[in-house]
């Protein structure tokens, strides 16, 4: 799925961008804000707006001259839209999950690359960075690996592409300088265990 917008894939990219901007503030918007804060041309945010008013997801009202659109948050599909704009932290608790389960936190698990930069699309890996504690079993590693694919994949559709290091591998990727180190020292975002960019730290000082 698309994981940066994940409620383009059911409700089409218009529709899930209005309806998270029109979200997003308490007051209502004109027909033009709401087409800049979306992205979307003008008319195309007017059909849309139209469209979803018709099925009372958004409300709209006269303001002057102007109309002011808000949508409707007693709607009983509000509830399910916004699970969907949810989704992304939702792939984080169910990381979390299936590395607590098993090692608590003693392995360091991180989101990196697009994931965690919030530029992942359909195509994406969900990038994974798992950094072992020393006390931690081979079997339990394969356990927590097996675990985070599996669940990853059947939640988003979309493939977790895992690397897992000891901390002494760590150490020498960052002696060695290589390029994974910057890219977790800049973006890394940890979701169990230890933070990795303060691993990293620690391994070079």
Do not use: C
């Amino acid at each position: 799925m698309d994981l940066s917008h994940p409620a383009a894939d059911l409700l089409g990219p218009g529709p899930a961008r209005i309806l998270q901007r029109l979200g997003d503030v308490s007051g209502g918007l004109t027909g033009r804000r709401v087409a800049e804060l979306a992205g979307v041309p003008t008319s195309t945010s007017q059909r849309i707006l139209a469209e979803l008013e018709e099925i009372g997801l958004v409300e709209a009202r006269e303001a002057g001259a102007a109309r002011l659109y808000t949508v409707n948050r007693d709607h009983v599909l509000w509830d399910p839209v916004q699970r969907m704009f949810a989704a992304p932290s939702r792939i984080e608790q169910i990381i979390r999950a299936s590395a607590a389960e098993i090692v608590g936190d003693a392995a360091s698990v991180s989101l990196f690359g697009s994931t965690s930069r919030g530029h992942a699309g359909r195509a994406s890996d969900v990038d994974i960075v798992v950094v072992w504690g020393d006390e931690i079993e081979p079997s339990d590693r394969a356990t927590v690996l097996a675990s985070i694919g599996e669940r990853v994949s059947n939640a988003t559709g979309n493939r977790a592409e895992i690397i897992d290091l000891s901390r002494a591998e760590l150490r020498d990727l960052a002696e060695h300088d290589d390029p994974l180190i910057e890219s977790w020292r800049a973006e890394a975002k940890t979701v169990v265990g230890s933070d990795l960019k303060r691993l990293i730290a620690s391994v070079t000082a």
